[in-house]
């Protein structure tokens, strides 16, 4: 009887793809070629999932509003059923998860491109979903499904037995990709072309009708006492010239005297609407007591969420090349190579970047208790320290990021030693 339902679902699924396709075209849209790789990054060969890697099904992409992890997974890339190994690709999935299900994380589905030819059998989708145990589930905070169509709520309705209430609250329906930018760093998102394109035609279809699509505002200037969003030269001529910048300075501060043996400091995400709040009070200038909160994780989300709104990262555009390379220089001089490139900052970015890893250094040095390694800290901290000017760091740029990040931290006496500003201070 299970046999003859799956069947029977299998071919509701099959209607609901087709009848998907139809109301495409009878709005004058149209589903791009399965497999399509436009704008897919190069893939070294040796990757341990190079077949299923090289189509750029999966990417992992910055961080959303509250800090977390967002890996993104494109139906439009997916190429035709036997040209590839579903089997191998749910591996692959797990194996890019991984690396990441330890701390909070999001992932964006964008649903554009899935069609007859290339979509996974529905005993696939079970497979997958029995795959992603507790360890999986429990740090997926949100689940953003981009563009669906009439054949993800027939998916629901398949699966909703199984699929526990906590899982399907974490689930959210995005029309647009305008409606994604309230909750993550949208132009820090790989999105593929082709789903730039259809979002693009959806909206001219929409035209006249009040939709979440309406174009913004222009960017207003920032108030008299912002704090985030704006440049360090900003906050440091509204400061009276105090090289550190509020923000920061609070923080830390506290995360000194309250954090330092916090378990997974810098790990957990908090309430959005806790940071949002926070942000608004430092914004409009009132003062802002994480002793009324009593947790450090929002203090710690707060700072990494400054220096991720920070209109160029920390550590300046100019030296993202110098610090990719890091990776071939030979071990013995990788600290020496950290001087140089630190040594040419600009004074205030400098300042402010001893000032913050003067305390991961110290934070590091309880791990024991907080369990927050030098490697631990540079995972989280090296996308937020440094960015390209264009697009987002790929998988490979992550490795020389974090290598970098960690020898800051490590040997911050001998890294930053050697340079003395005028005005700088220590937390």
């Known amino acids: 009887m299970q ?9 509701l699924a099959e209607i609901e793809l087709q009848q998907d396709e139809e109301d495409l075209a009878h709005l004058g849209l149209s ?3 399965p497999g399509a790789t436009s704008g897919a990054p190069d893939v070294n060969i040796n990757h341990p999932y190079y077949d299923i890697a090289r189509h750029g099904i999966i990417h992992v992409a910055g961080d959303d509003n509250s800090g977390r992890k967002v890996v993104t997974f494109s139906c439009c890339r997916l190429p035709p059923c036997h040209e590839i190994d579903h089997v191998r690709l749910l591996e692959y999935l797990k194996y890019t998860l991984d690396q990441y299900v330890e701390n909070d994380y999001t992932v964006v589905y964008f649903h554009y491109g899935l069609n007859s030819r290339n979509k996974p059998s529905l005993s696939w989708l079970q497979t997958a979903y029995k795959a992603f145990d507790r360890k999986y589930k429990k740090n997926l905070k949100a689940l953003y499904v981009v563009h669906p169509t009439n054949f993800i709520k027939v998916l629901w309705n398949i699966f909703k037995p199984v699929i526990s209430h906590k899982f399907g609250k974490k689930v959210l329906y995005m029309n647009y990709l305008d409606d994604l930018r309230e909750h993550l760093k949208f132009n820090r998102l790989i999105v593929p072309p082709d789903v730039l394109q259809h979002d693009e ?18 960017p207003r200037p920032p108030l ?3 704090q985030f969003g704006v440049s360090l030269q900003y906050l440091k001529n509204k400061n009276s010239g105090e090289l550190i910048p509020l923000v920061m300075m609070q923080t830390v501060s506290y995360l000194n005297q309250r954090g330092l043996q916090t378990e997974g400091l810098f790990r957990r ?3 959005i609407h806790i940071i949002k709040d926070v942000q608004k009070r430092y914004n409009l200038g009132k003062p802002v007591n994480f002793d009324e909160y009593g947790d450090p994780h929002i203090p710690a ?3 990494k969420t400054f220096l ?5 990262p920390l550590l300046t555009f100019e030296s993202y090349k110098a610090i990719l390379e890091l990776t071939s220089v030979e071990s013995c001089l990788r600290v020496n190579s950290c001087k140089q490139i630190l040594h040419k900052l600009p004074e205030q970015n400098y300042v402010v970047l001893k000032y913050l890893l003067c305390f991961l250094n110290r934070l590091s040095q309880e791990s024991i208790t907080n369990k ?9 901290f090296g996308v937020n320290l440094i960015w390209p000017l264009e697009g987002v760091p790929s998988m490979n740029a992550l490795v020389p990021v974090n290598t970098f990040t960690e020898l800051l931290i490590e040997f911050y006496s001998k890294v930053f030693g050697s340079r003395t500003v005028a005005g700088e201070s220590l937390p």
């Open 3 to 11: 046999n003859v339902h799956a069947v029977d679902f299998e071919q």
């Open 372 to 380: 927050m390694t030098c490697s631990n800290l540079a995972c989280i």
């Open 301 to 303: 989300v707060i700072l």
């Open 31 to 33: 589903l791009s070629l």
């Open 269 to 271: 995400s908090v309430s």
């Open 308 to 312: 991720r709104e920070l209109p160029e």
């Open 201 to 218: 035609k959806l909206r001219n279809n929409q035209k006249g009708k009040t939709s979440s699509t309406s174009k913004s505002p222009p």
């Open 224 to 226: 008299p006492a912002q």
